[in-house]
């Protein structure tokens, strides 16, 4: 994996402890090669999802609510772990997306937009029957990116 000519890294969240793992290890990475750092949350919109049925109207204001929490997590989950002093101290641009639509979709389509030259991410390591019922957005990004993805857990 060649970082030389990185223009960005992203950093799906899912506000877990491998997230807060992911982030920092990001912040190293992106100072050694001189990179921006983009942190993602995408809100799960349950509409996108096969099977689901909702009023338009009702759908709506759910996943406004959940938007809006969202943001309230992601600005906390920043200040908690210190990221934007530590991007500041380091010389690295930090900056955040928050977009509603089916994580794996979300998570290649930022990448590609932002041009993104590495995606770091937090993994929960599920095995046996909660993986298989649960999936694995990780797993799912490492077999359909088409570029370099950096898998990291947290030192529980």
Known sequence: MSLK?????LVPVDFSP????A??????????VGC???LL???HDPSEAPGFYHKKKAGELVVRKMTEAAEEMMSEFIQQNGLKEKAEAAGVSLSVRLVRGLPTAQILHTAKKQKASLIVMGSSGRTGLAHLLLGSTAERIVHLASIPVMVVKSKK
Do not use: R
Request: net charge neutral; hydrophobic share 50%; aromatic share 0%.
């Open 5 to 9: 000519n990185c223009k960005v890294i």
């Open 23 to 32: 982030a920092k290890q990001s912040l190293i990475l992106a100072k050694g």
């Open 18 to 21: 491998d997230s807060v793992e």
């Open 36 to 38: 921006d750092l983009v």
């Open 41 to 43: 949350h995408v809100v």
